[in-house]
């Protein structure tokens, strides 16, 4: 980090954070074949220092380096891994208990916050909406079969 020049201003690189997730977030909704290399090479353009880029070697040690970072961060046990998961799931939990009610939302606001990933709250209300749609859906297709599996155990 020495020949890198840090960033200073706490505006500044909460800036660069939110233009980075942006970038991840539109590859990830527009290509599902994007991966771990792709989603690199994404955080490794947000280099402070434009010179560094023209540096092949540098740049291809940076995106290996933020490639193994991101693998390892994935896996299940990973605390960061845990954490985020979990977050995630108490939002969603939380906006499928209250439905259609604005307390699902300010649940998963809340949960989202403690790890800093409220900025994803529309993205994760919207996937538990769908996921009350598919549940109702269920119990009214498979609802008797449901009872009788139930009413025989």
């Known amino acids: 980090m020495s020949d890198q020049q840090a960033l200073v201003n706490p505006v500044e690189m909460e800036n660069l954070v939110v233009r980075c997730v942006k970038e991840v977030l ?4 527009h290509s599902e074949e994007a991966g771990i290399e792709e989603i690199a ?3 490794c353009g947000f280099s402070r220092d434009g010179e560094e880029s023209f540096n ?31 977050a995630i799931y108490l939002a969603t939990r ?9 307390h699902g939302r300010k649940l ?3 949960a989202l916050r403690r790890v800093g990933t409220v ?5 994760v209300v919207a996937a538990a909406e769908i ?10 297709v498979h609802g008797q079969w449901y009872k009788y599996l139930t009413d025989n155990m």
């Open 94 to 102: 939380g906006v499928v208990l209250a439905r259609n009610c604005p």
């Open 56 to 86: 092949t070697n540098k740049l291809q040690a940076r995106k290996a380096v933020m490639s193994r970072i991101l693998l390892k961060s994935l896996q299940a046990g990973d605390i960061v891994f845990e954490r985020i998961s979990h």
């Open 119 to 123: 900025d994803l709250t529309d993205k």
């Open 41 to 43: 090479e994404i955080m």
């Open 131 to 140: 996921l009350v749609v598919v549940a109702t859906v269920s119990v009214d």
């Open 26 to 29: 539109e590859l990830l909704d």
């Open 108 to 110: 998963a606001e809340m």
